[in-house]
């Protein structure tokens, strides 16, 4: 059965950093995408960064580019977010969620992943 599993949210005053990771369990993610999504309490689940397995090419939400990095380990199934100069804005659940047949031109809607992580806390709050 696969299985994501995200870790590495936290409280963090604005400013800081923090750094999450997404592990997969009986998964390979293949020439598939990874991807990382948001909710804030109130709002719909929103798009944050997605990476192309294969290649590592990157797609970022107009909100976090610059300031946040997805990437991956190159042997192990771990794909990570790093996250610089957070504001309270970010705070949110974050998911890492997995598709093998995601569309290129789509790759920013949640109903293109099949697997999800269990969700991971991040606040930022000063």
């Known amino acids: 059965q696969v299985q994501l599993v995200d870790s590495g949210g936290g409280l963090v005053q604005p400013g800081n950093s923090l750094k999450l990771s997404c592990a997969a369990a009986?998964?390979?993610?293949?020439?598939?995408?990874v991807a990382w999504f948001r909710q804030a309490p109130g709002k719909e689940r929103e798009f944050v960064a997605a990476l192309r397995w294969r290649s590592r090419h990157t797609y970022y939400a107009d909100s976090v580019k610059g300031r946040f990095t997805i990437s991956r380990d190159n042997d192990r199934s771990t794909a990570y977010l790093q996250m610089n100069m957070l504001t309270p804005e970010d705070t949110a659940v974050f998911y890492c969620?997995?598709?093998?047949?995601?569309?290129?031109?789509?790759?920013?809607?949640?109903?293109?992943?099949?697997?999800w992580g269990q969700g991971t806390q991040v606040t930022v709050s000063s």
């Open positions: 969620a997995a598709g093998s047949r995601v569309i290129l031109s789509s790759y920013s809607n949640p109903e293109q992943y099949d697997y």
């Open positions: 009986g998964y390979t993610f293949g020439n598939g995408f």
